[in-house]
Nanobody, 124 residues
Framework: QLQASGGGLVQTGGSLRLSCTASGSSLGSLVAWFRQAPGKEREGISCISRSGVSRVYTDSVRGRFTISTDNAKNTVYLQMNSLKPEDTAVYFC????????????????????WGQGTLVTVSS
């Protein structure tokens, strides 16, 4: 079971750190963060391999967001800096047992397990 946390209200330019923790099982070989803004489709924004070596970012967050993993805590983090109003969304984490190629790791259809989502609101 995955649990996402760390969302909240922040001003433009601010920072938040989201956490995705697995309880009762390991995180799996691949974990990703997705977001869904009102009226929009779910968007994959970053994924990371269990080792932490392989990381992928979508263009809109590259250079501002950093994904990391702490296997001892069974947790994946998403550090979000320089936040913009367009980052406002519900953020979800997801995992799968077996890795897929980086080229498709931001596609939601590949993920078996999902957290409940945490709301991030960036005010202008």
């Amino acid at each position: 079971q995955l649990q996402a946390s760390g969302g909240g209200l922040v001003q433009t330019g601010g920072s938040l750190r989201l956490s995705c923790t697995a309880s009762g099982s390991s995180l799996g070989s691949l974990v990703a963060w997705f977001r869904q803004a009102p009226g929009k489709e779910r968007e994959g924004i970053s994924c990371i391999s269990r080792s932490g070596v392989s990381r992928v970012y979508t263009d809109s967050v590259r250079g501002r967001f950093t994904i990391s993993t702490d296997n001892a805590k069974n947790t994946v983090y998403l550090q979000m800096n320089s936040l913009k109003p367009e980052d406002t969304a519900v953020y979800f984490c997801a995992s799968r047992a077996v890795r897929v190629p980086n080229s498709v790791c931001l596609n939601s259809i590949h993920y078996e397990y999902w957290g409940q989502g945490t709301l991030v609101t960036v005010s202008s």
